[in-house]
């Protein structure tokens, strides 16, 4: 090959080894999740699947479905019932009410990362790479909304009370104890709604925090230590309540609706 040859193949690599090298310093390197055997998109697929479907059935069911009322049943979406209008219009009551768990999921710590990683891939996994890291601003702009979790809290409290209440209802229709597929459903999704509400990092650090020894208050740290067993798996809890929320809803309006028929055993 003569010296120009030479010359031309050299120049030629060269400008591979350069393009190539461009390229991979626009794409970040991918970086798996080291503590999951899961690939890194099956998590965030799943939060972006189920919360959407959850979201519209929600909005669906508070907006064109607003009885959710069947015998001694009641639905989570419709409790406490409120029948009130406004300008002569029947207001559903579901609108009354929805706010509330939207408030408390929505900025719930679990929520918040399921969202983060599902919807804004923000990070996508733990130590995985992102397509377009912004800067981190914490809790401010659009997000200093986060910081009412606590107010949204004590109102949700409230109402998984009142969801005991329902629950204990449903066994007791009539003035008489009853058992009933309903009954046993309603009691299951108020007790996955308590250890989800009553394991939140906010009750955790009202029972616990802002002192210097809290073992020497033996009864914040009796509570502290119980609201830490449900904190411990507070992700599974969410889950398990927002699908229980979502079954016995279900349930009551297939006994509406006729679908399932009414029988002695439900
Ligand atoms: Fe999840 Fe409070 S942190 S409910």
Not at 48 to 69: I, K, Q
Not at 122 to 140: D, I, L, M, N, Q
Request: net charge positive; charged share 15%.
């Amino acid at each position: 090959m003569s010296d120009r040859g030479r010359m031309r193949a050299l120049h030629s690599n060269v400008v591979q080894l350069t393009r190539r090298a461009g390229l991979e310093r626009r794409r970040p390197p991918a970086v798996r999740n080291p503590y999951s055997a899961l690939p890194d998109w099956v998590y965030p697929t799943l939060v972006v699947s189920v919360l959407s479907a959850f979201s519209l059935y929600a909005a669906w069911v508070v907006l064109f479905f607003p009885d959710g009322r069947y015998g001694p049943y009641l639905s989570p979406f419709t409790s406490p019932e409120i029948h009130a209008t406004i300008a002569g219009l029947a207001v559903p009551t579901g609108i009354w009410i929805f706010w509330v768990p939207l408030a408390f999921r929505g900025t719930c710590y679990y929520y918040r990362k399921a969202i983060f990683r599902g919807f804004l891939g923000h990070p996508r996994s733990c130590a995985a790479g992102e397509p377009r890291r912004g800067v981190y601003r914490g809790e401010t702009r659009l997000f200093v909304y986060n910081n009412l979790h606590r107010y949204a809290f004590y109102l949700t409290a409230v109402q998984v009370l009142i969801l005991w209440y329902d629950a204990v209802a449903a066994f007791v229709a009539g003035g008489a104890p009853r058992f009933g597929l309903g009954c046993v459903l309603m009691l299951v999704n108020v007790v996955c709604l308590s250890a989800y509400t009553f394991g939140c990092h906010a009750l955790r650090h009202l029972a616990g925090g802002g002192l210097d020894c809290v073992s020497c208050h033996r009864a914040r740290h009796r509570i502290w230590r119980g609201v830490t067993v449900l904190n411990v798996r507070h992700g599974a809890w969410a889950w398990a309540s927002m699908l229980t929320v979502w079954g016995v809803d279900l349930y009551i309006r297939l006994l509406i609706t006729g679908v399932v028929p009414h029988g002695s055993w439900n």
